[in-house]
């Protein structure tokens, strides 16, 4: 086959069709590590990691890269924990947040070798002296991309380098949409900035993203109020302020699964931004 064909389309097979397994089955953590393993070993081989931490050579013993002679103390500055190394060395050990946060790194550190030779002694391999790190940056990207999508409920490596849960579904139109809103500072922006930071994960961030729209919700109560009745309007603010989004007293609701209630204000704020965007729109029309 060519390195030219394209790969074979993402689809369902047959026992998804017909109904035998689950279509979001994701893989376990185990799974993961094994696909990681075999993509990092083939991006390692090709040299992508030169740059930064080197090589086995043959006949010159170990030549190091940017990261310096040490490699595992480079990476204990940047992650604040012991890196092991080779990286698959304590693969078998890592949690999630331990195997996404060598993922991130190795994201900032992956360039493509562009100029090199091919060291033919016992088939060492490509010695490369020269780097696109964009274009590495990219590869790694793409490979982890292939992986990660499949892995529990769905992620992706960002072009920033940043691990982001994917959307549900139903909810990912939501989440592409562009708000139609003249003001880019105060809406639109800090919109894309929420967004980001609830697809983060964490629940603190989650938390700041929610806080963040029902503020956005706030900048546009006098123009909303031009498109919505007075109990709409007050429903709306009542239901951030009594659960302890936007502000912090000893009567505000705070018994409930943040989990999954955030989730719920998260898509109830986005959705009521783009109908209030959207209306406001139609009434300047």
């Known amino acids: ?34 696909f990681f393993r075999e993509a990092f070993s083939r991006l390692e081989a090709n ?14 013993g170990g030549v190091s890269g940017k990261a310096g002679l040490d490699p595992s103390l480079y990476v204990f500055r940047k992650l604040r924990r012991n890196g092991p190394q080779p990286v698959l060395q304590g693969l078998d050990t ?5 195997l996404f946060d060598i993922i991130e790194f190795l994201y900032d550190h992956s360039s493509e070798g562009i100029e090199g030779y ?19 940056r990219e590869i790694f990207r793409r490979e982890m991309n292939d992986i990660l999508v499949d892995y529990g409920s769905g992620f992706e490596l960002s072009h920033a380098g940043e691990i982001l849960a994917l ?13 139609p809103h003249a003001d880019a500072a105060n809406i639109r922006e800090k919109v894309e900035a929420a967004k980001l ?14 806080r963040d729209l029902a503020d956005i919700l706030e900048f546009l109560r006098q123009e909303a109020k031009t498109v919505l009745n007075s109990k709409d309007e007050a429903d709306l603010f009542n239901l951030a302020n009594n659960f302890g989004i936007r502000h912090h007293n000893k009567d505000q609701k705070t018994d409930y699964d943040q989990s999954i209630w955030l989730s719920w204000a998260f898509y109830y704020y986005l959705a009521t931004i783009h109908a209030c965007v959207r209306l406001i729109e139609k009434a300047k029309n």
């Open 167 to 179: 959307p549900d579904d139903e909810f990912a139109p939501m989440l592409a949409a562009e708000l």
């Open 94 to 98: 890592y949690t999630e947040d331990d």
């Open 47 to 60: 040299g992508l990691f030169q740059e930064w931490f080197g090589y086995d050579c043959v006949d010159d």
């Open 197 to 210: 930071k609830y697809r983060r994960r964490a629940l603190s961030e989650r938390r700041d993203a929610v």
């Open 1 to 34: 086959m060519s390195s030219r064909d394209p790969s074979p389309p993402r689809r369902h097979y047959y026992s998804v069709r017909a109904g035998k397994r689950p279509a979001d089955e994701g893989f376990t953590l185990s799974d993961f590590k094994r």
């Open 118 to 136: 091919h060291h033919q002694s016992f088939d060492c391999g490509w010695h490369y002296k020269s780097f696109d790190g964009r274009s590495g």
